[in-house]
């Protein structure tokens, strides 16, 4: 396959102001599930034509809970190759591995500095997640989000597509962006408005996928760290294998499919996710399913989610049988997310007082 190329920037190039800049990741931890695609994935694909677009894979935030350092890197590169099965197309697209940009962690640090310790202690997935490790946590888990921080504030992002799941993450980059980098370090013009170091995002949550709940529990969430690996459909589980999971999802007791009944989640997710995978609106969904048993629906439900997942698979093997590629999408996009980063890491540098590195 030729290799594409983004347009390039280099570091200090002004940035095209018509094409707002756009940032998000997934971590590459254990596989890719529906919710990063419906809740994330989707969304940058419909971006990429009329937003400047970087999509890194966050490897540094997969190892803030114990890992397997001989699956990381295998993970890594299945998760990039996934955003291209998905549709992420590096002629518009920059696609690169957050741990190759050192910018990263180095932003890391000078925003860990000025972050208050109780706003870490706050955020609801670390109390979650803190809860599962016990005695085990790690510093970087509590400071997980103040990384996420960084790899956002770096590119200048002015929207980061996520899930639901992210929306605390991005106040809490919001406020540091705002209170202490800008309005601490900041300077006055000569009409005395503040002129800001860094750009503050806005996040971009789509009404529907947004939050993809779990196959055995419409009342939590679709997650990859789920231990019943029956809660969730993986984007590269077979035909038989996604069958046999929506097969076995929980249902209830009543007759006909319907959204919004807040005694009937399961119903609501697994319609949401027919009408997702289907291509229908939710109104069409709702009126073709609406009086339809489980025992009918759910094969029908298998057969959408099998369709739109076989030409992605499809796309997936081609482009792990060409690793000469990937690598190449990955090196290129390495050289322009560097460029990028390092024009903001130096500005924030500045502004705090560093001496210049020659
Ligand atoms: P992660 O890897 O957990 O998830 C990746 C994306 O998938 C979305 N998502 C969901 N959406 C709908 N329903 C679900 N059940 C569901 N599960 C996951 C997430 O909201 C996310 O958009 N901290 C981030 C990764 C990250 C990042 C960033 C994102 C690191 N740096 C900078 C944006 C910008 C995370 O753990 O996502």
């Not at 992002?157 to 992210?166: F, I, K, L, T």
Request: hydrophobic share 40%.
């Amino acid at each position: 396959m030729p290799v594409p190329v983004a347009s390039a920037i280099t570091a200090g190039e002004a940035r095209p102001t018509e094409r707002p800049r756009v940032l998000s990741g997934v971590q590459p931890t254990g596989a890719l599930h529906l919710g990063n695609w419906l809740g994330a994935i989707r969304n940058w694909v419909a971006l990429q034509s009329d937003h400047d677009t970087f999509f890194c894979v966050v490897d540094l935030h997969a190892i803030t809970v114990p890992h397997e350092p001989a699956r990381l890197a295998e993970d890594t590169l299945s998760t990039a190759a996934l955003y291209l099965a998905c549709g992420i197309d590096p002629q518009q697209s920059t696609i690169f591995i957050q741990s190759q940009v050192s910018a990263h962690a180095e932003l890391c640090w000078l925003l860990n500095c000025v972050t208050p310790l109780n706003w870490l202690e706050r955020m609801i997935q670390f109390k979650e997640k803190a809860l599962k490790q016990g005695a085990d946590v790690s510093a970087g888990l509590l400071d997980y989000p103040v990384l996420m921080a960084a790899d956002i504030l770096l590119y200048d992002a002015d929207r980061v597509p996520v899930g639901e799941d992210q929306k605390q993450h991005l106040e809490l980059a919001r406020d540091i962006a705002q209170q202490r980098i800008n309005a601490r370090f900041g300077t006055r013009g000569s009409d005395g408005e503040l002129i800001p170091i860094l750009k503050v995002p806005q996040p971009l949550i789509l009404t529907e996928g947004a939050r993809v709940m779990s196959l055995t529990d419409g009342r939590s969430k679709m997650s990859k760290s789920d231990p019943n690996e029956g809660s969730r459909l993986n984007l590269l589980d077979s035909a038989e294998l996604i069958t046999r999971k929506i097969k076995r999802a929980k249902t209830d007791p009543q007759m006909g499919l319907e959204f919004g009944n807040p005694e009937r989640p399961e119903a609501d997710n697994l319609l949401g996710l027919y009408a997702l995978l289907a291509g229908r609106s939710r109104a069409a969904a709702a009126s073709e399913c609406g009086s339809m048993g489980w025992g009918s629906f759910k094969p029908l439900l298998a057969e959408a989610a099998v369709a739109a997942l076989t030409p992605l698979q499809e796309r997936y093997r081609e482009l792990r049988d060409d690793p000469r590629y990937l690598g190449e999408v990955l090196a290129q996009g390495r050289q322009r997310a560097s460029a990028v980063a390092a024009a903001t890491l130096n500005r924030v540098r500045q502004a705090l007082g560093f001496l210049a590195s020659t």
